[in-house]
């Protein structure tokens, strides 16, 4: 890829699965940093499927408490 994203962080919330995990691997693919958030649980599986340039955060973005928590 480019890496039009090196030096940058993400995050991608839905990225446990489906448009949300096809989004955070193009990121790391560009070179971007990634924080993987989901609430299904499946997010821990996506950020080792990733490797090193993504992190794992288990949020529900319905929740103003999980929402600081994931960017504290």
Known sequence: MTGLLSGK???VTGAG???GRV???RF???GAK???????????DAAAELGTE???CH????REEDIEAMFA
């Open 9 to 11: 962080v993400a995050v």
């Open 17 to 19: 699965r489906g448009i």
């Open 23 to 25: 989004i955070a691997r």
């Open 28 to 30: 790391v693919s560009e």
């Open 34 to 44: 990634v924080l993987v958030s989901d609430f299904s649980g499946e997010q821990d």
């Open 54 to 56: 993504a992190v794992a």
């Open 59 to 62: 949020a529900d973005v319905t």
